[in-house]
């Protein structure tokens, strides 16, 4: 098959879709597949053939609001170079959908829209409009599968999909990962979705009545300056930077708990959030926040949930963890299992069945 990824940001850029964008592809090409990859940010990845982009006029207009449009604009303008293609793999919302679409229709050419993170829902009223040239949906949760299904996407041509680890080598770091008592773990950019001040608010709850605990964040990004006031409030609250993936996953996996805080801003939210189905595959306690939710693909009794935004419920379900060694070691032996089944080649085995279908148009026959 030969696949054509639309992705603004690749790695190094910092982020978890451009980390899953990378990951898909790699295992796409390690199951024979070409692939195609237009980008505007980042190293193009090996083994792929790059999309040359030539800035267009109207792109250039676009970009005064938007790169990311301008983007979108721009791949429009030069797919019709590329030639052989079975399907267009597109990570993004509406607003690339309405560049993209039309052109992939005018050409024949399959599209795939990948939601990876919640809809801008106060611009709801054009989605209808800027999907109606996509031939079947990818969602990584249960948030971006209701918004699509709330502005009348049938549910036929959405297909929910998790974000993907490498559980083999997360497998490794578990393995001989030593627990830490007390050890509290949270990962992602230092942004405002993360709610990063949230989990140090409730840190320093928890920590007046359990002096033993201390809370490593992971990560870099524009609240650096302002959480590190937030946790020179009190003791015990590390802001560890940017690190390497395998020393994210050796500090993981050393965690009694692993805390996700994220919270649904107007026009950002998270999907499923692979930080914390690593944290599972890596053996840690997963407590997240209802707003990043593992919600419909991962089992409710695999990690917790405290309600999001609340300081109070956040430092309940802390102690609550920490005191149940019991309960805590079968959601562990549960969230393993959970996340074995989020493995890389089984999610692109899945991927690549729901491109078939598309090609094949099976969800627009559903409906007959």
């Not at 052109?103 to 939601?115: E, F, I, K, T």
């Not at 990962?177 to 050890?183: E, V």
């Not at 930080?275 to 997963?286: D, F, I, R, T």
């Not at 920490?322 to 562990?332: N, V």
């Amino acid at each position: 098959m030969r696949i054509l990824h639309i992705g603004y940001r690749l790695p190094p850029e910092p982020g978890g879709k451009e980390l899953y964008i990378e990951r898909l592809v790699r295992e796409q090409l390690r199951r024979g597949h070409e692939v195609v990859v237009a980008h505007r940010r980042g190293e193009i990845l090996p083994g792929t053939e790059p999309l040359p982009l030539a800035r267009t006029w109207p792109g250039r207009a676009a970009a005064l609001k938007s790169d990311e449009i301008a983007f979108a604009m721009d791949c429009a303008t030069a797919l019709p170079r590329v030639r052989g293609l079975d399907v267009i793999h597109l990570h993004g919302d509406h607003r690339e959908a309405l560049a993209l679409g039309p052109a992939a229709r005018r050409l024949g050419m399959p599209l795939v829209l990948h939601v990876h993170g919640a809809l801008a829902m106060h611009q709801r009223w054009i989605m209808p409009w800027a999907f109606r040239h996509v031939d079947g949906f990818i969602v990584v949760g249960g948030r971006p599968e209701g918004e699509l299904l709330s502005v009348g996407i049938p549910d036929r041509l959405i297909r929910v999909v998790p974000s993907g680890v490498n559980f083999g080598h997360l497998a490794g770091f578990r393995d001989r990962g030593r627990l830490q008592r007390g050890l509290i773990v949270s990962v992602g950019s230092l942004v405002q979705v993360k709610n990063h001040e949230l989990t140090i608010e409730a840190f320093h709850r928890v920590r007046a009545a359990r002096p033993d605990v201390r809370l490593v964040i992971a990560g870099d990004g524009p609240e650096r300056d302002r959480l590190r006031r937030l946790a020179a409030m009190g003791p015990g609250v590390e802001l560890a930077g940017h690190l390497s993936p395998d020393r994210v996953y050796s500090l993981v996996s050393r965690a009694e708990v692993f805390v996700q805080s994220s919270r649904r801003l107007r026009a950002i939210g998270e999907g499923i959030p692979t930080a914390a189905l690593e944290a599972m595959a890596l053996g840690a306690a997963v407590l997240v926040s209802s707003d990043a939710s593992l919600d419909p693909v991962v089992p409710r009794d695999c990690y917790r949930i405290f309600r999001s935004e609340s300081a109070t419920d956040l430092v309940a379900q802390l102690g609550a963890l920490l005191d149940d060694d019991e309960g805590r070691r079968r959601m562990i032996e549960k969230g393993v299992r959970a996340a074995e089944d989020a493995d890389w080649p089984v999610v692109a085995a899945r991927i690549e069945d729901w491109y078939e279908k598309v090609i094949h148009g099976v969800p627009a026959l559903a409906a007959v």
